[in-house]
């Protein structure tokens, strides 16, 4: 397991895995509560930075990578899952993390999350949920309400039932499922603890202000509340989605489900050639 | 030398006949007796159980596309065989045998003037109502070519082992009842010499893409099926395991080729097989792949186009998205094999380019190749023709020598920086399609992308093709230029002229781009007169070639669309054309 | 003919200092006062907050793109300014004016040896706390131009007007102040004429396009946003629902490509816009498109690449996947508007060659056409030109004549068939993509397969592109060859070289494709050396001529890549060398 | 709305809205029974043939477009969906109907799937499930069980959680949705005529055995058993779904949310030139 990786000579702390680039956020971007949380999660579980990969997307929050002192991959829009699960099947000894924003990762990069849940790769996808698309300057995002009115590209709203990560992720049989708001950096750093050591898929949708173009989401600070219970049974874990308010933070649902992780022989590929050979 | 000898026969039926099951056994009879051989198979449009023919063509020599003519038809019944008309080059001397009880000969093999001789299946069944026509043709067939109980029972041991012992036994009593009838045919039967030359092989164009992958290194494999390239994936996700590697298979195809590149990412060689709709799907991420520089492998196997077009059917149309189907500035490698045994050389060859470059390379084979099964010589696996010098193996970084950060893309004289891998301490980077300096840090100044552009650029232009670029043959004041799967039937046209004293090189590109032009150039020095051949309908070779090379003055073009391949008379005839064009 | 004079200056700040802001603000008062302008942006990796940099060139003749060098320089604070230094053409005569306490000098402008002039934004706003110095800089530069109080009050409400009289009030308060600094200019500033001639649009390159869009017909929009393509999208999203239209926010490009195909099979003209790495997701489907003969249009607003490459910076190196990017033999018009104005005749073209042809047609704008803001003489609305004698109207069927059955892909001289839209009783009828015959029944067949895509060539080759398919001005025995947004600067290259006497003829292609060879054959005949002049790394514009086209044989390249858009003088410089290389 | 649309001269039966091209498929497919429900349910419902337009993706399934004597759109692989959308919204004149297989709809379209739900268009939605990819002969598809060994192409079994349509749909929002059996073509088709009533996305996924790579579905007739009670409760509709057993039919949810329908005004096309003047 990826929390067995060696360690490098003296312990780290949160700043070491973080680079020396400068983010190109915004001030006061919710993304720099989930960038602290994050390097805080690697150092308290002590991993040796060069064991770690960060696979990103493109957007705003996908940006995250290169921030992060270990190997990083900025890939393009929407196919962080499928990346980072390339790497996770064919590097199990890794700690494979995958991050991205929601129009990454509900729009264009939907259909991975939903067969990324299925697969079950041992991976962990922190999901940087601003209800917007700010790289491309604040149209509408999958998650965004139906009546806002902020974008030029909408400006009857985007009029369409909001996309519910938590939702599709229990449909699609994600066996790791929680929310986190990003300016509540232990929090939240806990859980992704939590996630990077489950032996599984394991989801974040964290709640991360976009300053600029939702301002009105500083007020998440008041409206976020944890309140999930932790379950494996999914009467519960419905009956707590039917009743959520969409500020419920916390893990909802952690079941037990063998990781999906390919066997592999050690044979010779040249014995392969036999089938062909005519006697 | 003494002239080749071929003969063509044909198998046809509806569904549940057993027309190709037939085809695989004769196949499996004809390489145990040391001749080579060819078989493809047409379908018509039915998922299963629609009417279905096996063409086999068999020789002394090494064979690698369908003859001009059948020599032999057996029709198992006429359902809807008008279908298959055109896979059908019947004429007025090729036998037909055909059980006037399982319906009328059709119209057109009547028209051809074909020399038809009526059996009954039934008749030579014996009344044995478990004996299947198709067997029975086996065994006409096995009289005919003087295919020996011993070799046909193995190939029905070879075909149906798996299914038990009386499936066998009930084969072979069936085939031996069919040796009853031999038809006469003056026609040069090539000798079956039990001695053959060496170890054979039989397998698919597609099966020999998979092996050249493993051979190659690949150990991963992230997979979306589609026609005609499946076979390519199926094959992989039964070897990967047992030599270390893993195939998952993915959602769709800008999955698959993302997965591919997160595993090369991690050091793991990976590879993926589409055809054009799925690769279509692929050219963003193939983007991504050059600009980040992690070597990966997509395996293109052509069929007829634009769109979902002919699945079933060989085309050489993809040259263009192959090669131009990147946004922005994205030059790769591109390499076609240009024959059954060249998929596994070509694919291996892809891989050892891929690793050592740093860069995605498409292979561009195609239907005509991938599903066409062959009876061949066995090729060299342990070493393998390589590009040049290249070594296969990818540069990697092992913490020394930086001096202080370590720079993933430091520019350098062959342009290939080493990679730091995951897990190696002190090389932690992040890669970005961005435009990004030699530290891989975004940035638009035009310096940096400049640089960058121009060590990419460097990659491809740096490293010696050697031989591998291109295959040539003959000599001459005259050139044929091909690619791919035309090349075979180019050989055979080009054979036949050579023997009426016409002389013609023949220049089939393997590696598609970047182009040798160098290489080609001196390859056409003396030439004065060109014909350049391929299976699409826009010429697309040729406005490559041209867009990069200086062709010689008097150049033709004989490019026509799938979905029937080229036969070695149209080739012929382009010849002749030029040869007279030019003396006029 | 009087020398056009123009006037080159720059306003940089860091975020939240109004650069932007000012800038655009002084292009409205230039345009009020009946002068041409351009205006384009700069801007650092920040989303927001970031240093960013206005430059506009003002002139009184029509201007398309951005000097050589700057005249002036205004730094509202010089933080971060070095990001921009490349954008910033600053030399020994530029006057730059900033306030010492705002920092420092950049290294990089004492090092061009700039005539500094310091100022103090304090002093000016006399104590006003208000008084914000992008307003003050306004004021500085109209004081250097000569606008008058009531023309940057008129701004100054065209700017502000949404906010309320009194932040209007402040700012021409503010710009009055700003007057009082007025530095010597030894600079020969264009004569302000309030009598402009003619109707002017103060317009970017991206509205310029949605405005075609819809003149040409469009009213339906799919749309999946990316930089530098999101205004066109924006626009059309605001102002399609008042014509009918409507425009839909799809979850991605292949959805967004899909959506517009199908309204467009409903009849409704459609049409999305992108840039590479969305256009590299629509490639499949566009070859749908093609090949069932659905009309569509595309903007690609190119920027740099590969991959995510510069997305707010100008290239011309998606020329290849917009020409080839599809699978399989799938020709389709791409035409590249050559400015700003262009930009919407282009588009329109593109709606009207789609319609008539039944086709997708792919425009091929950049971030420096679409992005750049220009104050220009109101182009023709009403009629707008047309390839030759194109109607612009889709031919439907409307259920006489066809005998039997309604044959979607009738073969037709012109290759091009009536259409039946859903809602004609008769003409009920099923399009696929894959290979079909002429009433759209899924086939295998060669002749079917043939007949389908000579007909889709046909229609390309058939129609006359008259005199649209490039602008081609000048005369002499050089020629120099481009395309899209390195139009302006080739221009204006060609003006300083036709004032020293050296005549070179500009083709510039807007129909790259099917491209017109007979018509640039002749643009160049006389012409013996050729310049091929294009914003990429691997000349993709020139290999494409290559491949078609005979070329002068003394023909020479200049490519480069973005970010930087090529500047006068390149042209100068490449045009005068080839002129010394072939009298050598 | 589309039931609405004009009537050709008489009355039309089922056969009259089947083209006389001949169905590729293996006899004994699942799909003759949909082809079947489908015409049987436009002739009930008396649509004009020319006011009805089927869009198809690519697989055996897919081929339903060309078999209908209505408006056929037979396009490329997963994007049946946006294809429909785009005429839905263009044409709210028609009655749009889109159908495809399980590969198509949930595997490489399963993006598409889902925020076709949350957009609800208004259009009818045919999923041909059989657990399969028929076409490309015989691989797992995202329905498939985890453990089938059936294919090459995953010799150990695919090891990923089935995609649960309905589940996903009720998560996405679709306002309309159930289950059917292609081999009851009176119950299909009154459950079709009533989707297509539905003022909005409604989805119903069809059991469609394939007889030639998954001949055990044969025994499907045995298993199904119409049990779902329409309801438009959420916590209601996520009990059933976990009860279910992947056999269940009939109406599962049918919840009343306004169709996406953009407005146009109709105005002069010329005054939109106002705006660039300079005055
Ligand atoms: C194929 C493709 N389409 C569109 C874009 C443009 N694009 C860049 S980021 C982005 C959306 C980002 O939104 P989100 O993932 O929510 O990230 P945020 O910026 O909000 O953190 C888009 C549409 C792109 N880069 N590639
Ligand atoms: C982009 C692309 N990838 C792959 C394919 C190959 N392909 C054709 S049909 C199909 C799967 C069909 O499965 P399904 O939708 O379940 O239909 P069925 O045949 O089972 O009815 C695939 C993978 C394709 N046509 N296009
Ligand atoms: S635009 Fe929004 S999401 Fe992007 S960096 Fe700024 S605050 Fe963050
Ligand atoms: S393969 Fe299966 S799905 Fe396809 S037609 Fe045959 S039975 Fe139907
Ligand atoms: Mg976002
Ligand atoms: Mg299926």
Request: net charge negative.
């Amino acid at each position: 397991m990826s929390a067995n990786a060696p360690i490098t000579m003296s312990v780290l702390s949160a700043r070491d895995y973080k680079s020396d680039y400068k983010p190109v956020w915004c001030p006061g971007c919710g993304d720099f509560g989930v960038l602290n949380a994050l390097t805080k999660a690697l150092a308290a579980l002590k991993l040796a930075p060069e064991q770690v990969a960060l696979i990103a997307g493109i957007g705003c929050s996908s940006r995250i990578a290169a921030y992060t002192r270990v190997y990083g991959f900025h890939g393009v829009h929407g196919r962080v899952l499928p990346l980072a699960t390339g790497l996770a099947v064919a590097r199990p000894d890794l700690t494979v993390l995958a991050a991205g924003g929601d129009g990454d990762g509900f729009s264009i990069g939907g259909n991975h999350f939903i067969h990324a849940c299925r697969r079950n790769a041992n991976l962990t996808y922190l999901v940087m949920d601003n209800a917007v698309y700010g790289m491309t300057k604040g149209q509408a995002s999958p998650t965004t309400e139906c009546d806002w009115t902020g974008s030029e590209l909408t400006p009857e709203g985007p009029h369409q039932a909001p996309f519910k990560p938590l939702e599709i992720a229990l449909a699609a049989g994600a066996p790791f499922i929680a929310r986190a708001f990003a300016n509540d950096p232990n929090g939240l750093a806990r859980l992704i603890c939590e996630a990077i050591e489950f032996p599984g898929f394991a989801m974040i949708q964290i709640l991360s202000p976009c300053i600029t173009y939702r301002p009105e989401q500083m007020g998440y600070k008041k409206r976020v509340h944890e309140d999930f219970q932790p379950t494996d049974r999914l009467d519960q874990a419905w009956q707590a989605l039917v009743a959520d308010d969409g500020f419920t933070t916390g893990l909802l649902w952690r079941a037990e489900r063998p990781a999906y992780r390919p066997h592999a022989a050690d044979g010779d590929p040249a014995s392969l050639i036999n089938s062909f050979r005519v006697e | 030398m003494t002239r080749p000898t071929s003969f063509s026969l044909a198998l046809i039926g509806s569904g549940g006949a057993g027309a190709i099951s037939a085809g695989q056994l004769l196949l499996a009879a004809v390489a145990h007796s040391g001749l080579h051989a060819v078989m493809t198979r047409a379908f018509g449009p039915q998922i299963r159980g629609g009417e279905a023919a096996a063409l086999l063509r068999l020789s002394d020599h090494p064979v690698e596309c369908q003859a001009e003519r059948l020599d032999l038809l057996i029709a198992l019944d006429w359902e809807k065989s008008d279908r298959l008309a055109e896979d059908l080059a019947v004429d007025q001397s090729t036998v037909v045998l055909a059980d006037p009880e399982t319906g009328a000969i059709p119209a057109w093999i009547e028209k051809a003037g074909a020399r038809i001789q009526p059996l009954s299946w039934s008749e030579l069944a014996q009344g044995n109502r478990k004996t299947r026509p198709n067997m029975l043709a086996c065994g006409v067939v096995a009289a005919v070519l003087g295919l020996g109980p011993q070799t046909m029972t193995a190939a029905a041991q070879r075909q149906f082992g798996a299914k038990g012992a009386a499936v066998v036994q009930t084969a072979s009593a069936a085939i031996e009842l069919g040796r009853q009838f031999a038809p006469h045919m003056d026609r040069l039967i090539p000798q079956v010499e039990n001695e053959s030359g060496g170890e054979r092989w039989q397998i698919t164009g597609n099966q020999a893409s998979a092996l050249g992958a493993v051979l190659g290194g690949v150990r991963f494999c992230a997979a979306y099926p589609i026609t005609p390239a499946t076979e390519i994936l199926e094959w992989l996700a039964g070897r990967l395991p047992a030599v270390g590697g893993c195939l998952v298979q993915a959602e769709d195809e800008l999955a698959s080729i993302n997965m591919c590149l997160g595993a090369s990412f991690g050091g793991v060689p990976a590879l993926t097989a589409t055809s054009g709709p799925g690769l279509a799907l692929m050219v963003e991420t193939l983007g991504l792949a050059v600009a980040t520089e992690v070597p990966v492998v997509v395996v293109n196997v052509m069929r007829g186009g634009p769109s979902t077009g002919i699945p079933t059917r060989p085309e050489q149309s993809d040259l263009n998205i192959a090669i131009h189907g990147l946004h922005g500035d994205a030059p790769h490698p591109v390499i076609a094999p240009n024959g059954i045994v060249d998929c596994l050389i070509a694919t291996r060859q892809a891989v050892v380019l891929a690793e050592s470059l740093q860069t995605p390379v498409l292979v561009l084979s195609d239907q005509g190749l991938g599903q066409t099964e062959a009876v061949i010589e066995a090729p060299a696996t342990e070493e393998g023709k390589r590009f040049g010098e290249l070594k296969g193996k990818r540069r990697l970084w092992c913490g020394e020598g930086d001096g202080d950060a370590y720079q993933r893309y430091r520019d350098s004289a062959d342009g290939v920086a080493p990679m730091a891998l995951p897990g190696s301490l002190g090389g932690e980077h992040t890669v970005t399609g961005l435009s990004h300096d030699r530290q891989g840090r975004p940035t638009t100044r035009s310096e940096e992308h400049r640089r960058q552009l121009d060590k990419r650029q460097r990659k491809l232009e740096s490293f010696d093709p050697g031989e591998d670029w291109a295959t040539i043959e003959g000599d001459g004041a005259m050139a044929l230029i091909t690619f791919g799967s035309a090349t075979a039937p180019a050989r055979e046209g080009l054979a036949l002229l050579a023997a009426e004293g016409i002389a013609c090189r023949m220049i089939s590109v393997r590696l598609l781009s970047p182009l040798n032009v160098a290489g080609l150039e001196q390859a056409l020095s003396g030439v004065d007169r060109a014909l350049i051949l391929e299976l699409n309908h826009q010429g697309q070779f040729h406005r490559h070639l041209r867009a990069h090379c200086r062709l010689p003055a008097h150049t033709t073009a004989l490019h026509r669309p799938g979905p029937q391949p080229f036969r070695p008379a149209e080739i012929v005839d382009a010849i002749r054309k030029l040869t007279m064009e030019s003396a006029a």
